[in-house]
């Protein structure tokens, strides 16, 4: 397949479709819930603490379900991965709004992380991963943009729809949204660009290794970073503990940013207005950060954005002061967004391409901690009627992070001796 030199390079559609899946799963999951948090409560009798409890069953099954995406992503394919998971993420989002037992909400919610897992995650960033590698901050840092964007339109959505038509026709009308998702990934997505002829970043595939990938339909890399490699590697361990630890606050508060701000005064749609504005500026983060990343050591870049984290959720204990709310809305809002942006960033960069999916499916298991940061904040507020001593909690994981990111490896590292894995077909 010849590409003409003015052609939009393919990779470019893989990032608008990585794009959605991150919008789409991010915010079925997680920021819509600032809508839906304190109606469920009210409509169900349920409390906080319980409502919480969900995403941090869901996501930690999610997480270990990330392993196994990971392992199918050359057997099934993206495509079929993510048509799969669009079709349960909808089912199980629909239903959410219909159970009246809670274990049964527990149930659905664990499904619908599951299904957006398979839209996003491990096999979105691994197709993105796999199509750039010059510009990979910024394809990656698009990519993941998804995730803030969500919390600027589905909370609203969620809101007014919740406002006019009710709790369970606001569950409907979202629910839906995953299914426009589902055809175009199958058109779109290709794993890699070795299956149009081309090599990452658009440049041509030489003819010996187009007609390989031809012959073959495609085939995964040699192994080099196998599980004993990884485990014996120090930075795998450093790097997995810096984002376990930074993604707790980053969860844990914008899980519950809306409830925070009515907490602080403000009535239900300046709540959600303003948690969409924080999550706009996420997004610009995720941008940001992912664009420093192609400019500089991306361990310092991470480090950075951890420092200005922490600062900002010290401007969030300023209470009683406009000037300290909005503080805190730009500064955490654009150090949140460069998180999970940077993550399959720096990850591809220490462990290289080709073992991308092998390497990352390992290191999300690391966030399976994150659902801490669900259970800090409830708990914070159940004990203590504030958020307060989460934020102090958090800022102290952050700083700690910072310390742990400043001593990863500057560049590319290499699996130690020892035989090569196998070659795996696709």
């Known amino acids: 397949m010849a590409i003409g030199p003015r052609r939009l390079f393919p990779g470019w559609r893989m990032v608008g479709v990585a794009f959605l899946a991150n919008l789409l799963s991010t915010g079925t999951t997680f920021y819509v819930f600032n809508a839906f948090l304190l109606p469920l409560c009210q409509a169900r009798g349920w409390t906080r603490a319980e409502v919480n409890a969900a995403p941090m069953l869901g996501f930690v099954l999610g997480l270990m379900a990330q392993f196994v995406y990971g392992s199918l992503f050359w057997r099934v394919g993206p495509r079929a991965l993510m048509v799969a998971g669009c079709l349960v993420s909808s089912v199980a989002f629909i239903f959410l709004g219909r159970v009246q037992d809670l274990g049964a909400f527990y149930g659905l919610y664990t499904l619908l992380y599951l299904g957006n897992g398979a839209m996003n995650g491990i096999v979105a960033n691994t197709v993105v991963a796999n199509w750039f590698v010059r510009r990979r901050g910024l394809a990656l840092g698009l990519a993941t943009a998804g995730m803030s964007v969500s919390g600027v339109v589905l909370p609203y959505l969620a809101l007014v729809i919740l406002e006019g038509l009710g709790l369970e026709a606001a569950f409907l009308f979202i629910g839906l949204l995953p299914l426009g998702l589902a055809p175009l990934a199958w058109v779109t997505v290709r794993p890699a660009p070795e299956s149009l002829g081309l090599l990452p970043d658009g440049d041509p595939l030489p003819p010996d290794d187009?007609?390989?990938?031809?012959?073959?339909?495609?085939?995964?890399?040699?192994?080099?970073?196998?599980?004993?490699?990884?485990?014996r590697a120090p930075a795998f361990w450093r790097l997995g503990a810096v984002y376990s630890l930074a993604m707790m606050g980053a969860v844990g508060v914008t899980y519950q940013l809306a409830p925070r701000f009515q907490d602080l005064g403000l009535d239900g749609r300046q709540a959600v207005l303003l948690t969409a504005l924080t999550a706009a500026l996420a997004t610009a983060g995720k941008f940001l950060w992912g664009w420093l990343c192609d400019l500089m050591q991306p361990r310092r870049v991470v480090a950075a954005l951890l420092l200005a984290k922490a600062?900002?959720?010290?401007?969030?204990?300023?209470?009683?002061?406009?000037?300290?709310?909005?503080?805190?809305?730009?500064?955490?809002?654009?150090?949140?967004?460069?998180?999970?942006?940077?993550?399959?960033?720096?990850?591809?960069?220490?462990?290289?391409?080709?073992?991308?999916?092998?390497?990352?499916?390992?290191?999300?298991?690391?966030?399976?901690?994150?659902?801490?940061?669900?259970?800090?904040?409830?708990?914070?507020?159940?004990?203590?009627?504030?958020?307060?001593?989460?934020?102090?909690?958090?800022m102290a994981l952050d700083l700690l992070a910072c310390l742990l990111a400043l001593g990863l490896p500057v560049g590319r590292l290499y699996s130690p001796p020892g035989p090569p894995g196998p070659h795996h077909p696709c």
Do not use: C, K, N
């Open 210 to 231: 187009r007609e390989r990938w031809l012959h073959q339909e495609g085939a995964a890399p040699e192994v080099m970073w196998t599980v004993g490699r990884l485990l």
């Open 311 to 394: 600062l900002g959720l010290g401007l969030g204990l300023v209470t009683g002061s406009q000037a300290a709310l909005w503080a805190f809305i730009i500064v955490f809002g654009l150090a949140m967004g460069g998180v999970m942006s940077t993550f399959p960033i720096i990850a591809a960069h220490l462990f290289g391409r080709q073992d991308f999916w092998r390497v990352y499916r390992l290191l999300v298991l690391f966030l399976a901690l994150q659902g801490l940061g669900y259970l800090v904040m409830g708990q914070s507020f159940s004990r203590t009627g504030s958020y307060d001593l989460a934020f102090w909690v958090f």
